[in-house]
């Protein structure tokens, strides 16, 4: 690897520590998802266009930023149906840096792509695949590390957003 295309490991480390210590206290969100399944789903408490505000709200506070959006239910709704959806792409460009670097590949995994939407029994729900799960395949140690921490901040807001 080049320098000047990754993080210190010990800035890494620290991130990883201090996030994950932040999110001991929160309790783990109650998913939806089977037990084979990788996807996290999350009850939120508030609309869609309120979740996915106080999500980029979140996001901001984490030193990360929503790097793209995807409105998807207007774009479902040319079809006719009927869909609450919103999706942001989640990023930090100095943690894209240290995995592009390790791998240009990972961009089929990051930004991390988060989804809100309401479900048939009207409740909003917040989906996402950890990014430990998607960056696995590349089998790489640098990437794993920088996927737990993402899994573990990812984890911490989606649970506040369950309890908010």
Do not use: C
Request: charged share 10%.
């Amino acid at each position: 690897m080049q320098p000047g295309f990754a993080i210190p490991r010990s800035a890494v480390w620290l991130a990883a520590i201090g996030t994950a210590l932040s999110v001991a206290a929160i309790p783990a969100p109650a998913s939806a998802q089977s037990a084979t399944s990788p996807v996290v789903q999350v009850t939120a408490k508030g609309s869609v266009t309120e979740v996915v505000g106080q999500l980029r709200k979140m996001v901001a506070s984490k030193g990360m930023m929503v790097m793209g959006e995807l409105h998807q239910g207007k774009v479902i709704g040319m079809t006719g149906l009927q869909v609450e959806s919103e999706t942001i792409f989640v990023g930090n460009p100095q943690v894209g840096k240290t995995l592009f670097g390790a791998d240009p590949g990972v961009g089929v995994a990051v930004p991390v792509r988060v989804n809100v939407f309401r479900n048939a029994q009207g409740a909003t729900v917040v989906s996402y695949v950890p990014p430990s799960e998607i960056l696995k395949g590349f089998h790489n140690p640098q990437i794993d590390q920088v996927a737990q921490m993402l899994d573990a901040t990812l984890h911490g807001m989606v649970g506040m957003l369950g309890g908010m």
